[in-house]
């Protein structure tokens, strides 16, 4: 679930049929034990606590539309709403493509191509008149996800690490208290060092434990999510620390006892306990 680097390469296919070749109408729906039915001004009253790790701007309009499926877990009706908005629309399509490939898809080949089309996407999309630096984060987040789908090492092997490290490092320039793009620095690090090594994993991808472990304790300082939880669990173990699996599990615990605010919290909680079986 971690985030990492991925070639990316933008061809000649438009941002329209780039969403019409995901085929959203085959999508299946999400596990009805898991969806939420928020109205928009339940999202709007709880927004702040599920948007503290990305401070994203309380939506108005088609655009809370748009998130209130997303967050409800009609991650279809998110990407069909969403796209009709530009770069407005973009991280609530890049997330709901993320959130159907991590808990509703079952086709390993289907989640790569819809990952991959979602990272294409967001770089054509990020560069409309609208800036947002969630366009930004959740395009390194689709294209770290699309990285882990033909494998980290391919991903590290492309040479284009850098791209996603500096993304991050964009947001971060700007808006410093944007959890989960530490997170997602964290588990750049962490990644890379699990597998390629510490020293070459520094010299050759500045990757560094300790700094891992800093991008950790900030994100879960800003924002203590579900997902923050979860991920920070991951980076232990991908570190190999000495207390590596006692620190993840605790994290992990402490995620699974959150009471869900929507379907995608919801989904992450499961998740959690679903690592301390």
């Not at 995620?255 to 690592?275: G, H, N, R, Y």
Request: proline share 3%.
């Amino acid at each position: 679930m971690g985030i990492i680097i991925n070639v990316y390469r933008v061809n000649t296919l438009n941002t329209d049929n780039r969403i019409k070749i995901m085929k959203i109408n085959e999508w299946h729906p999400t596990d009805p034990a898991f969806t939420t039915t928020l109205t928009k001004t339940d999202l709007k009253n709880v927004w702040k606590h599920l948007h503290a790790a990305d401070l994203a701007a309380v939506p108005s309009g088609d655009l809370l539309d748009a998130w209130l499926a997303y967050h409800n877990g009609d991650f279809a009706e998110a990407v069909r709403l969403g796209r009709s908005l530009g770069s407005k629309g973009l991280p609530v399509v890049i997330r709901a493509v993320v959130a159907y490939t991590d808990y509703v898809c079952e086709d390993d080949k289907t989640s790569e191509r819809l990952l991959h089309l979602a990272y294409e996407y967001g770089i054509e999309t990020s560069e409309g008149a609208h800036f947002d630096y969630n366009c930004e984060f959740t395009t390194a987040v689709a294209m770290g996800r699309y990285s882990q789908t033909i494998s980290i090492t391919k991903a590290l092997h492309q040479g284009f690490g850098g791209k996603i490290k500096k993304r991050l490092a964009t947001v971060l320039e700007h808006q410093p208290d944007h959890a989960e793009a530490h997170i997602a620095l964290a588990l750049y690090h962490a990644e890379v060092i699990n597998k390629v090594g510490a020293t070459l994993g520094g010299i050759t991808y500045g990757a560094k434990s300790k700094t891992a472990l800093e991008h950790c304790e900030k994100a879960l300082a800003l924002a203590a999510t579900p997902i923050n939880l979860i991920e920070a669990g991951n980076v232990h173990i991908l570190l190999k620390a000495k207390d590596a699996v006692s620190r993840a599990t605790q994290l992990y615990q402490q995620a699974a006892e959150m009471e869900p605010l929507d379907t995608v919290q919801a989904l992450d909680i499961d998740f959690a306990k679903s690592q301390l079986d």
